[in-house]
């Protein structure tokens, strides 16, 4: 029986994407691991694997289709001894009754994709022949570990599980999880009617437009923010900057104020830990490690990807990796777990010239520190004289629900010791 080849779930939050491009054509034989299509998430565009093995039967979505949703068939392939004429067979529905017109058009809609089946709330992934020999051994899914591309369950595994009471099914009536809403307002139409006699070009949101304002919108109405704010003299830092950079220039490597700053806030979270947690509903998890996300811009949007274990990590090494998660960030070939989790974000605009500004925080994360550019400016020193310094400022957004005023002060506070004696980074 030709086996249905379904849109992927690429990351955990993904319900919809486009099929960017296919990199095989019909009549093409394929492999489990063979590389089958791209997939454009919100966030990025990644390879989508084979599965199961067999022929090319019929390509049923096209290249540069948008809003294809999970589950949703994209391709039929044919196993041995089976022609393209099996796959009208095996799809053809029973003709709808002439007698009721409403049943009828309702049997010619379309019928929304089928969620695969469930444990403990999470989507369990196996390809159409796993679940049709399972449905046929009595197996219950959810009691087999899959050994395909993100633990999806294939042939393989199903024929070698033992027979057992399958599960009982979801109600038929059961949605699936809705992505975050937008944000209540004016319609489209009463927007555009505001402007009407206007010169305008309307632009339609993406993915990732639409995530980010879904998600930040959710984040400032439900997560209660508070703000500290402190002025960091970077004087000190500067010169050691340049006596490193003169060191390393022979690896070339070439640190940055940021590449300061990603070590500062690691460090900071190591030595104020009550600070490294994130929110999770009905609890707070306390992290061990210091794993910092860094806010990278590119066209039409942006990324946080995630520097884990940064406090262990050299200058030198996380100035490596963040040019590089930049880089594949802008040409986005990120994998969704290097820009997921952390517990702290930084969004430097400082680079841009802008002296300061409030950043919103990424749930869950309990923090984000929003950086200025560094500027000359008259200082007052310990001894009471008027110098100049080159100062820049600092915003500390803080999640009260795992923050209070005190622990967000003394986790600035570090940050601004670390940065202010940067030679202690290094001990």
């Known amino acids: 029986m030709p086996i249905e080849i379904l849109m992927p779930a690429l990351s955990p939050t993904m319900e919809e994407g486009t099929l960017a491009k296919w990199l095989v054509k019909e009549g093409d034989t394929v492999t489990s691991g063979d590389l089958l299509a791209e997939i454009e998430t919100d966030k990025a565009t990644m390879e ?7 022929v090319v039967g019929k390509i049923l979505i096209a290249e540069g289709t948008e809003g294809v949703k999970v589950n949703t068939a994209i391709a039929v392939l044919l196993e041995d001894g089976e022609s393209a004429d099996d796959i009208g067979a095996s799809s053809a529905a029973p003709a709808p009754s002439s007698a009721d017109e409403e049943a009828k058009a309702s049997e010619d809609a379309p019928a929304p994709a089928q969620a695969a089946p469930a444990k403990d709330g999470q989507r369990i992934f196996a390809s159409p022949l796993a679940r049709r020999i399972a449905a046929q051994k009595g197996l219950d899914l959810a009691a087999i570990k899959g050994s395909g591309p993100h633990g999806r369950i294939v042939k393989a595994d199903v024929e070698k599980a033992e027979a057992a009471p399958a599960a009982k099914p979801a109600a038929a009536t059961a949605e699936a999880p809705k992505a975050a809403a937008m944000a209540a307002g004016p319609s489209s ?14 632009v339609s949101l993406d993915g990732m437009r639409k995530t980010i304002a879904a998600r930040l919108t959710e984040a400032k109405q439900s997560v209660p923010h508070f703000y500290l704010r402190k002025d960091i003299q970077l004087d000190a830092l500067l010169a050691f900057r340049a006596q490193l950079n003169k060191t390393l220039e022979a690896r070339s490597v070439k640190l940055s104020v940021n590449d300061f700053i990603i070590k500062a806030c690691a460090l ?12 999770a509903g009905d609890k707070m998890l306390s992290m ?11 066209e039409g949007g942006l990324f946080t990807p995630v520097l884990k274990d940064a406090e262990m990590k050299s200058l030198s090494a996380l100035s490596t990796e963040m040019k590089d998660l930049a880089t594949r960030a802008r040409d986005r070939k990120l994998a969704p777990h290097e820009y997921q989790g952390g517990s702290f974000a930084i969004s430097n605009l400082g680079m841009f010239g802008i002296d300061n500004f409030d950043a919103i925080i990424n749930p869950p994360h309990a923090a984000i520190l929003a950086v200025g ?53 290094l001990a």
């Not at 900071?268 to 929110?279: F, G, H, S, T």
Request: aromatic share 4%; proline share 3%.
């Open 268 to 279: 900071a979270l190591q030595q104020v830990p009550d600070a490294n947690a994130v929110w």
């Open 373 to 425: 550019a560094g500027v000359k400016k008259p200082v007052v020193g310990a001894d009471g004289e008027v110098t100049v310094a080159t100062v820049m400022s600092t915003t500390l957004s803080v999640d009260h629900r795992v923050i209070d005023g005190a622990l967000g002060a003394n986790l600035l506070n570090a940050i601004k010791d670390n940065l202010e004696n940067p030679m202690s980074m």
């Open 48 to 54: 989508f694997e084979a599965v199961d093995e067999g």
């Open 189 to 202: 139409d009463m927007v555009a009617k505001m402007y009407e006699g206007r010169d305008y070009e309307e």
């Open 288 to 298: 061990k490690a210091s794993d910092v996300a860094v806010a990278v811009a590119i």
